[in-house]
């Protein structure tokens, strides 16, 4: 899906910063890949967003980057979630993790063992690490979703993980446009 046609200079856009658009636009193929790796490590995602550029708005490439994330195979969803630390645990190295995770800090220990518990059994029935867009949310709010989603088959399971990750990516997505706009 190429955004090249009416690309205008309008760039500024409450959730990106003025420009930030505009620089993610003009950055080199090799450097706008970087950039989406440090959003989504699925570097099939990667490619495919930044092969979109130019996009004519902050919600184009919001748009792009959740088609991006329905084409996924398996290899693709496997490198995604592998970029995600567990719901509950210290992310070491995962600045925008830790930032999401930010209302698990100082949880209970009970609500804390639960999820780490839940984690593990969503794990053994789905294969891959439990994803939810943990952004706002308190620690008892991600136990009652995690318990709840394990009641979901596969499928349904499937469709919830990837619609999480496309609130992820969008959330990571602004933040880039808008460090791409810092001076």
Not at 114 to 138: K, M, P, Q, W
Request: overall charge negative; some cysteine.
């Amino acid at each position: 899906m190429r955004q090249d046609e009416g690309v205008t200079d309008t760039t500024t856009d409450a959730r990106s910063g003025t420009g930030g658009l505009k620089a993610f636009n003009a950055l080199d193929t090799v450097a706008a890949q970087r950039a989406l790796l440090a959003c989504c490590s699925s570097s099939g995602w990667a490619r495919r967003v930044a092969g979109g550029r130019p996009y004519r708005s902050a919600e184009h490439l919001y748009e792009a980057a959740d088609d991006a994330i329905a084409g996924l195979d398996a290899e693709g969803m496997t490198q995604a979630l592998a970029g995600h630390p567990r719901i509950g645990e210290r992310p070491t190295g995962h600045a925008a993790s830790a930032r999401e995770q930010a209302g698990v800090v100082g949880a209970d220990a009970g609500v804390l063992a639960a999820i780490a518990d839940g984690n593990a059994e969503y794990e053994r029935r789905f294969g891959h690490v439990y994803l939810v867009c943990a952004t706002g949310r308190s620690a008892p709010e991600l136990l009652e979703v995690l318990q709840s989603r394990l009641d979901n088959d596969p499928q349904t399971e499937e469709r919830v993980t990837r619609s999480e990750l496309a609130k992820i990516n969008r959330i990571r997505l602004a933040r880039m446009l808008a460090d791409l706009a810092a001076p």
